[in-house]
């Protein structure tokens, strides 16, 4: 029965949402039910692409990355795939008519990873909108289950979103981007040392992103919104802990934030929410 290996697709989405990110687990757990398993079909999806160009060291990156996506575009046109993590996604992609260019403007940004580089402001601003404001359009055409009227009004605030959340990761994972990867991503850092200076420059930026994103979240459907705020509490808070450290700090270090802190987070972001006081 092609129903259970349906089934058995989407419990592999979710076990890669799991054990690949702790947070983002938490985040898809206060979403309505109905949620769970088309968001974690697009992180599942999402985190493939990401750990081809991010960990496959040793092996040919273009070639694996070229494969999964012609794979993609072929499961999705066939509607299954013996890939359970494709088959999830095409499920996704088919159901909620989510745009095939946001997908090729996603690969486009993990072809952008293949290669060792110090980002223009136009590659920087090219590799987000790929790598983290599509995916987060993906996500918002769940939410609104087929409603384009509030897409089109919500997508300038989703892209932003993401955007954000992209830019802290940037923070966050500094050292090892650069040490590990060879990859810079901050154009202001094309002529510059990543100083005080810099690093304030960049947070602000980060905050304006914030701001417009968070006018999103208050707006989303009620069945989507408080896992969206979830996620954008987390994210806050990261960004406020990054704030606070110097630029050494983050020269040497990736930010954490301890699981016990998480769960004190969402608490609060529960309680909140219950108050209606997003």
């Given at each position: ?8 697709s989407?419990?592999?989405s ?6 690949y990110?702790?947070s983002?687990s938490?985040?898809i757990?206060?979403?309505a ?5 088309p ?13 081809i ?5 040793g092996?040919?990156?273009?070639t ?8 993609t575009?072929?499961a999705i046109?066939?509607?299954i ?10 499920s996704v992609?088919?159901?909620y008519?989510?745009?095939l260019h946001l997908?090729?403007?996603f ?6 990873d293949?290669?060792d ?10 590799y987000?909108?790929g790598?983290a404001?599509v ?12 409603n384009q009227v509030?897409y ?8 932003k979103?993401g955007?954000?959340?992209q830019?802290?990761?940037f ?7 650069k040490q ?6 901050f154009?202001?850092?094309q002529?510059n040392?990543f100083d005080?200076?810099?690093k ?6 980060i905050?304006?992103d ?6 999103g ?5 009620k069945?989507?919104?408080f ?6 509490k987390?994210y ?7 704030v ?8 040497n ?5 301890p699981?016990?802190q998480k769960?004190a987070l969402?608490?609060?972001?529960y309680?909140?929410h ?5």
């Amino acid at each position: 029965m092609k129903q259970l290996f349906d089934h058995l697709s989407q419990r592999t989405s979710k076990m890669v949402t799991n054990t690949y990110s702790t947070s983002f687990s938490m985040g898809i757990r206060f979403l309505a039910k109905k949620f769970h398993t088309p968001i974690y079909g697009i992180y599942g999806f999402v985190r493939f692409a990401d750990e081809i160009v991010d960990t496959f060291h040793g092996f040919d990156k273009r070639t694996l990355l070229e494969e999964f996506k012609a794979e993609t575009y072929k499961a999705i046109a066939n509607k299954i795939s013996l890939n359970p993590i494709l088959n999830t996604f095409q499920s996704v992609v088919n159901q909620y008519q989510i745009d095939l260019h946001l997908i090729e403007t996603f690969f486009n940004s993990m072809e952008m990873d293949l290669d060792d580089r110090k980002y223009s402001q136009k590659n920087y601003e090219e590799y987000i909108l790929g790598s983290a404001e599509v995916v987060g359009l993906m996500c918002l055409k769940v939410f609104v289950e087929g409603n384009q009227v509030t897409y089109d009004e919500l997508k300038y605030n989703a892209m932003k979103l993401g955007s954000a959340f992209q830019k802290i990761n940037f923070l966050r994972d500094f050292n090892s981007d650069k040490q590990e990867l060879g990859r810079v991503y901050f154009p202001q850092l094309q002529h510059n040392e990543f100083d005080t200076l810099t690093k304030k420059e960049i947070e602000a930026d980060i905050l304006s992103d914030f701001q417009l994103g968070y006018e999103g979240v208050k707006r989303l459907p009620k069945n989507a919104r408080f896992g969206v705020y979830v996620a954008y509490k987390y994210y806050s808070n990261l960004l406020r802990k990054i704030v606070a450290l110097p630029a050494t700090k983050i020269l040497n270090e990736r930010v954490r934030i301890p699981n016990k802190q998480k769960y004190a987070l969402f608490f609060g972001s529960y309680v909140r929410h219950s108050l209606n006081m997003l």
